[in-house]
T-cell receptor, first 117, second 115 residues
Framework: NAGVTQTPKFQVLKTGQSMTLQCAQD?????MYWYRQDPGMGLRLIYY???????DKGEVPNGYNVSRLNKREFSLRLESAAPSQTSVYFC????????????????FGSGTRLTVV | AQTVTQSQPEMSVQEAETVTLSCTYD???????LFWYKQPPSRQMILVIR??????QNATENRFSVNFQKAAKSFSLKISDSQLGDTAMYFC????????????FGQGTILTVHP
């Protein structure tokens, strides 16, 4: 089925460990995003990639890095995990090319629950 | 910067009744989209309804409809004939025309439908 695939679905890290969250979409979308969801705060944008070859910071980028490997894949890396990064992480993609169109669509992955102890 | 506010942390409704979830937003853009997403316990983000700001007509999708008041920057969701499967977290979100599709979310409203 077409959509956004995130791996892993669950992960427990020790403080200071590193890991990479993987995301791939097969809808030929140009834009991809990483959000984190925390109780009472909704989803907040960490990083986004408007198109292949570009990445930009979102609202809460500190402690994270991203790579837009190709049009399909957009990974999120935690270099030195901290308890404050315990959260649910969502990858998403959209057909936006920077200008909203009448066919604007937005698809989310199923999320990764990350716990840092 | 855009902001989205959902002032109702929790709501409850009896099955078959109608409930309205509130959302206000702030933006400096003229061209934008507004969304309501549903997040059941499975964690999946499901699009409920979408409204283009340039359209005056309120969007409807079966039992779901919105009351879009552009001047007041208000975007409420009405769920008619509530069903047990409507129990979920609901998020209001905004995407600006010049923001490369970045969504700004509200804090969420937990809706519980009682039998």
């Amino acid at each position: 089925n077409a959509g956004v695939t995130q791996t892993p679905k669950f992960q427990v890290l020790k403080t200071g460990q590193s890991m990479t969250l993987q995301c791939a979409q097969d809808m030929n979308h140009n834009s991809m995003y990483w959000y984190r969801q925390d109780p009472g705060m909704g989803l907040r944008l960490i990083y986004y990639s408007a198109s292949e070859g570009t990445t930009d910071k979102g609202e809460v980028p500190n402690g994270y890095n991203v790579s837009r490997l190709n049009k399909r894949e957009f990974s999120l890396r935690l270099e030195s995990a901290a308890p404050s990064q315990t959260s649910v992480y969502f990858c998403a993609s959209s057909g936006s090319r920077g200008r909203l169109s009448t066919n604007y669509g937005y698809t989310f992955g199923s999320g990764t629950r990350l716990t840092v102890v | 910067a855009q902001t989205v506010t959902q002032s109702q942390p929790e709501m409850s409704v009896q099955e078959a009744e109608t409930v309205t979830l509130s959302c206000t937003y702030d933006t400096s853009e003229n061209n934008y989209y507004l969304f309501w997403y549903k997040q059941p316990p499975s964690r999946q983000m499901i699009l409920v309804i979408r409204q283009e700001a340039y359209k005056q007509q309120n969007a409807t999708e079966n039992r779901f409809s919105v009351n879009f008041q552009k001047a007041a920057k208000s975007f409420s969701l009405k769920i008619s004939d509530s069903q047990l499967g409507d129990t979920a977290m609901y998020f209001c979100a905004h995407a600006g025309g010049t923001s490369y599709g970045k969504l700004t979310f509200g804090q969420g409203t937990i809706l519980t439908v009682h039998p």
